[in-house]
């Protein structure tokens, strides 16, 4: 009965795997807000470095890791995989259930894995600042920890709801000398716009999306890092992945099911790329994997398949993706992290191909899956991660009524230490269910007001 | 310094202990079967924890009807401002009311049920916020503080509170002591409110702003109207909103028929809305729960009957609310009278709470609430 599966930190994967070149054939391309013919790189040299603009576009299998960012990646990884022997006895499922510890990491989520190489290729081009933004202020605090480590000065734009509700995610940027600062601000056009127009908005991630961007583009020292959405974003997440895949190996274990939680997609990505590759080079071609999304903002389960800007202001190239409008501005559910109205243009493909799927859930019920979790695998895990949480316990109970001894493995992003509000809300009863009325907004569709 | 004006209804809830489910015009009745006033002790758990507020001035009525109640409770400011004639109770809590009216006051509370409410509400309208202190038999209307204890906080609050819509219900008495629930929608008043975090799509308010959700709900439906679809609209201050959104001009009370932006119908009945509905192949209601105990159907519009519900099927009844009304409503409750077709709304309903947001609400389901939850998965 082993319940830690671990690798060596030399069997730490050394290439990033690109599913793109799996793909049976390419992307579309994201397009110009202005002139809405396909971006080339020139294009978006302006706010990334060429490494990463080359990245974005590749269609290589396999690119390397660089050694200074494997050195670091080290301090943390290969991330434990876990057996949840205790939640299955729970549940009294047959299945197996496996989950990835994402939040070993310093600042105690997945979005490290990208931050590091982000900041460390725009170090190498000799970039001396990076704007971003960060909604529940994970990607925040880790591309402060990132851009501390190449002496980098860091601007983060924080969805102003979540930085009042979680002040010390903004702390711990402090800690590692970033600059944090409530969006809508008055320091960006946008920003301002925003302000001018509802002074009392909560902000949303779309406008500090729109925010940084300005701050990057406006300033020839300053680049733009996304935590998420992007195809680079997501190549760095599938270290994760690969990772699983080698510690099922040594379990003589395969997934029948990988799960992961949706906001952008790139945590879901990371897990699950490397087993949608299997799937359509078919090796494993029975694969499900499955991202979880909040019913406020069903994405994935209720949005349309089209191109979309990336953010509220429309500065963003024009991505195709699964969307519910860029000017759709999600509730403020605990889950801040999941609280985008699109999605990574890989994850909406292969969605929209069936080679993933995705489900929705109520942010109480996630919660109560989470507090599941924390009563039998002892972690808290952040309210992003209880989604996912959720989605592995229902495969669980499935297979409970079917018998199936199904392998089910889920991506395990982060914990709820700083979200501890939320919880006393859950217990307090104050959690609302939030959801989208897609139902009377499809009958309705073509009255509503075009996207573009 | 606020002035607060006080009435108790000395007799109300008197009814209620000795099985009158009522007492309009059954006071004798009542004391013949051995029932004592309680009012005044239900005002006194209200009074006597703000008895030190320093900035409110009282202006009430002569004897029980508050006077002595608030010497009972060691309030050292009040001026008594009417002198009860003691002929019935409703007339003297309507001219009480129209002498607070014309004295000018911020807040008038009260200590009855339905009935004093209705009478106070006919008198002042909106022009004067109401409170009310739980004493009556009947309690559907939403102007009641939950408890003696929550009306004592929201009146020594009185300063930071805001105001919302409260629908002013009564029973039938008559019908009801014959077997029947017939509860009619009175009119709106406003209540005052703990300014509470509430939540829209595109903002979280610090205070419940009602005007704002409304128009917020409004701009959605309009959006998700079909055209040539026949949309029944219940009564209350929200389906009044999107009325308005559209260019019509509803009834508040009433429940109107609307088609292509266009009024079809005004305060219909049942067998109005029978007829208009009779071949047609889209009907949709759009509703609102009315009064405080959260009822989307059977208090207040009972015009949208069974057979009205049915023919438009319970999948195109639409339910509206704000934010503040559904943070003040923890569970929805449907009495159409068929209780197959109540079982039919299952244990929750999607309410529409803002432009493109919604929420999933319980629906109290005596019956079914051992067969576990089922909502909210969607799967693509």
């Given at each position: 009965?082993?319940?830690k599966i671990?690798?060596?930190?030399?069997?730490?994967?050394?290439?990033?795997?690109?599913?793109q070149a799996?793909?049976?054939?390419?992307?579309?391309?994201?397009?110009?807000?202005?002139?809405?013919?396909?971006?080339?790189?020139d294009d978006l040299?302006?706010i990334f470095p060429?490494?990463?603009i080359?990245?974005?576009?590749s269609?290589d299998?396999y690119?390397?890791?660089?050694?200074?960012?494997?050195?670091?990646?080290?301090?943390w990884?290969?991330?434990?995989?876990?057996r949840a022997f205790?939640?299955?006895?729970?549940?009294?499922?047959?299945?197996?259930?496996?989950?990835?510890?994402?939040g070993?990491s310093?600042a105690?989520?997945?979005?490290?894995?990208?931050?590091?190489?982000?900041a460390?290729y725009?170090?190498?081009?000799?970039?001396?600042?990076?704007?971003?933004?960060?909604?529940?202020?994970?990607?925040?605090?880790?591309?402060?920890?990132?851009?501390?480590?190449?002496d980098?000065?860091c601007?983060?734009?924080?969805?102003?709801?979540s930085?009042?509700?979680?002040?010390?995610?903004?702390?711990?940027?402090?800690v590692w000398?970033?600059?944090c600062?409530p969006s809508?601000?008055?320091?960006?056009?946008?920003?301002a716009?925003v302000l001018?127009k509802?002074?009392?908005?909560?902000?949303a991630l779309?406008?500090a999306?729109?925010?940084?961007v300005?701050?990057?583009?406006t300033?020839?020292?300053t680049?733009y890092?996304?935590?998420?959405?992007?195809n680079h974003?997501c190549?760095?997440?599938?270290?994760?992945?690969?990772?699983?895949r080698?510690q099922l190996?040594m379990?003589?274990?395969?997934?029948?099911?990988?799960?992961?939680?949706v906001?952008?997609g790139?945590?879901?990505?990371?897990?699950?790329?490397?087993?949608?590759?299997?799937?359509?080079?078919?090796?494993?071609?029975?694969?499900?994997i499955?991202?979880?999304?909040?019913?406020?903002?069903p994405?994935l389960?209720?949005?349309a398949?089209?191109?979309?800007?990336?953010?509220?202001?429309g500065?963003t190239?024009?991505?195709?993706?699964f969307?519910?409008?860029h000017?759709?501005?999600?509730p403020?559910?605990?889950?801040?992290?999941l609280?985008?109205?699109?999605?990574s243009?890989?994850?909406s493909?292969?969605?929209?191909?069936?080679?993933?799927?995705?489900?929705s859930?109520h942010?109480?019920?996630a919660?109560?899956?989470?507090q599941?979790?924390?009563?039998?695998e002892?972690?808290?895990v952040?309210?992003?991660a209880?989604?996912?949480v959720?989605?592995?316990i229902?495969?669980?109970?499935k297979?409970?009524?079917?018998?199936e001894e199904?392998?089910?493995l889920?991506?395990?992003?982060?914990?709820?230490n700083?979200?501890?509000?939320?919880?006393?809300?859950?217990?307090?009863g104050k959690?609302?269910?939030?959801?989208?009325?897609?139902?009377?907004i499809?009958?309705?569709?073509?009255?509503?007001?075009k996207?573009? | 310094?606020?002035?607060?004006?006080?009435i108790?209804?000395?007799?109300?809830?008197?009814g209620?202990?000795?099985?009158?489910?009522?007492?309009?015009?059954?006071?004798e009745e009542?004391?013949a079967?051995?029932?004592?006033?309680?009012?005044?002790?239900r005002?006194r758990?209200?009074l006597?924890?703000?008895k030190k507020?320093?900035?409110?001035?009282?202006?009430?009525c002569?004897?029980?009807?508050?006077?002595?109640v608030?010497a009972g409770?060691?309030?050292?400011?009040?001026q008594?401002v009417y002198?009860a004639?003691?002929k019935?109770?409703?007339?003297?809590?309507k001219?009480?009311?129209?002498?607070?009216l014309?004295?000018g006051?911020?807040l008038?509370?009260f200590?009855g049920?339905d009935?004093?409410?209705?009478d106070?509400?006919s008198?002042?309208?909106?022009?004067?916020?109401l409170?009310?202190?739980?004493?009556?038999?009947?309690?559907?209307?939403?102007?009641?503080?939950?408890?003696?204890?929550?009306a004592?906080?929201?009146?020594?609050g009185?300063?930071?509170?805001?105001l919302?819509?409260s629908?002013?219900?009564?029973?039938?008495?008559?019908?009801?002591?014959?077997?029947?629930?017939?509860t009619?929608?009175?009119?709106?008043?406003?209540?005052?409110?703990?300014?509470?975090?509430?939540?829209?799509s595109?903002q979280?308010?610090e205070q419940?702003?009602?005007?704002?959700?409304k128009?917020?709900?409004?701009q959605?439906?309009?959006e998700?109207?079909l055209?040539?679809t026949?949309?029944i609209?219940?009564?209350?201050?929200?389906?009044e909103a999107?009325?308005?959104?559209?260019?019509?001009?509803?009834?508040?009370?009433g429940?109107?028929?609307v088609?292509?932006?266009?009024?079809v119908?005004r305060?219909?009945?049942?067998?109005?809305?029978?007829?208009?509905?009779?071949g047609e192949?889209?009907?949709?209601?759009i509703?609102?729960?009315?009064?405080?105990?959260?009822?989307i159907?059977g208090?207040?519009?009972?015009?949208?009957?069974?057979?009205?519900v049915?023919?438009a099927?319970?999948?195109?009844?639409?339910?509206?609310?704000t934010?503040?009304k559904?943070?003040?409503?923890p569970?929805l409750?449907?009495?159409?009278?068929?209780p197959?077709l109540?079982?039919?709304f299952?244990?929750?309903?999607?309410v529409?709470?803002?432009?493109?947001?919604a929420?999933?609400?319980k629906?109290?389901?005596?019956?079914?609430?051992?067969?576990?939850?089922?909502?909210g998965k969607?799967e693509?």
């Open positions: 009965m082993q319940t671990l690798l060596d930190e030399e069997q730490m994967p050394k290439k990033w795997y690109n599913v799996d793909l049976p054939s390419p992307l579309d391309p994201p397009l110009h807000p202005a002139t809405h013919k396909p971006v080339g790189p040299k302006a060429m490494e990463l080359r990245q974005e576009m269609r299998l690119i390397d890791i660089p050694g200074e960012v494997q050195d670091v990646l080290r301090l990884r290969p991330s434990p995989l876990y205790r939640l299955e006895k729970f549940l009294k499922t047959p299945a197996k259930i496996y989950y990835k510890w994402e070993v310093p105690g989520s997945h979005k490290t894995n990208t931050s590091v190489p982000q460390y725009n170090m190498k081009a000799g970039i001396e600042r990076i704007a971003t933004e960060t909604g529940a202020g994970q990607w925040g605090s880790a591309l402060a920890f990132a851009t501390m480590l190449y980098l000065e601007t983060v734009y924080m969805v102003r709801s930085y009042t509700q979680k002040p010390y995610r903004k702390s711990m940027m402090q000398g970033a600059e600062i809508p601000s008055t320091k960006t056009k946008s920003g716009a001018e509802d002074p009392e908005t909560p902000g779309g406008i999306i729109s925010e940084a300005e701050d990057a583009a300033h020839a020292n680049n890092a996304l935590g998420s959405v992007l974003v190549l760095h997440q599938t270290i994760i992945g690969q990772e699983c080698e190996a379990v003589d274990d395969y997934p029948d099911i990988v799960i992961g939680c906001g952008g790139s945590n879901f990505a990371g897990i699950g790329f490397p087993f949608a590759g299997d799937k359509m080079t078919g090796k494993h071609k029975d694969t499900d499955i991202g979880v999304e909040p019913a406020s903002c994405t389960t209720k949005g398949y089209m191109y979309d800007f990336g953010d509220v202001a500065l190239p024009l991505l195709k993706m969307t519910l409008g000017d759709f501005v999600p403020s559910i605990h889950a801040g992290g609280r985008y109205h699109g999605d243009p890989i994850v493909r292969l969605v929209h191909d069936g080679v993933m799927r995705a489900v859930y942010q109480s019920e919660f109560e899956a989470g599941t979790f924390s009563r039998t002892g972690i808290i952040a309210p992003e209880s989604h996912a959720k989605g592995a229902d495969e669980a109970l297979c409970k009524k079917t018998g199904k392998t089910i889920f991506n395990c992003t982060g914990h709820g700083f979200d501890m509000s939320a919880y006393d809300a859950y217990y307090a959690l609302v269910d939030y959801e989208y009325p897609d139902e009377l499809r009958e309705a569709i073509g009255r509503i007001p996207i573009q | 310094m606020k002035r607060i004006g006080l108790v209804n000395p007799v109300a809830g008197m209620g202990s000795v099985g009158l489910k009522g007492t309009d015009g059954k006071v009542a004391r079967r051995g029932a004592v006033p309680r009012a005044g002790d005002a758990m209200a006597v924890p703000i507020a320093r900035d409110l001035c009282f202006l009430t002569s004897g029980d009807m508050g006077e002595s608030l409770s060691g309030i050292p400011h009040y008594v002198t004639q003691g019935s109770s409703a007339t003297d809590t001219e009480a009311a129209r002498v607070l014309r004295e006051v911020d008038i509370l200590c049920g009935g004093t409410a209705r106070i509400f008198v002042v309208g909106r022009d004067v916020p409170l009310g202190i739980p004493a009556g038999v009947k309690m559907y209307s939403g102007v009641f503080a939950i408890s003696p204890a929550a004592a906080e929201l009146v020594t009185l300063e930071k509170a805001v919302r819509d629908e002013i219900m009564d029973v039938d008495e008559e019908a009801y002591r014959a077997g029947t629930l017939e009619r929608l009175y009119g709106i008043a406003r209540t005052p409110a703990i300014r509470g975090m509430v939540q829209l595109k979280v308010y419940p702003d009602e005007e704002r959700a128009l917020e709900i409004a959605f439906m309009q998700v109207m055209p040539g026949l949309y609209l219940g009564a209350g201050t929200t389906t999107i009325a308005r959104y559209l260019g019509i001009r509803k009834t508040l009370l429940v109107d028929v088609r292509n932006s266009k009024l119908a305060d219909v009945d049942e067998k109005a809305l029978l007829r208009l509905t009779e192949k889209d009907t949709r209601v509703i609102s729960p009315i009064g405080a105990q959260g009822f159907l208090r207040g519009n009972q015009q949208i009957s069974a057979a009205v049915r023919r099927g319970v999948a195109h009844v639409i339910v509206v609310a934010p503040h559904l943070q003040e409503t569970e409750l449907v009495d159409t009278g068929d197959s109540d079982r039919e299952g244990e929750s309903i999607q529409i709470c803002g432009y493109r947001l929420q999933r609400k629906i109290h389901q005596p019956a079914l609430s051992e067969s576990g939850s089922k909502k969607a693509k």
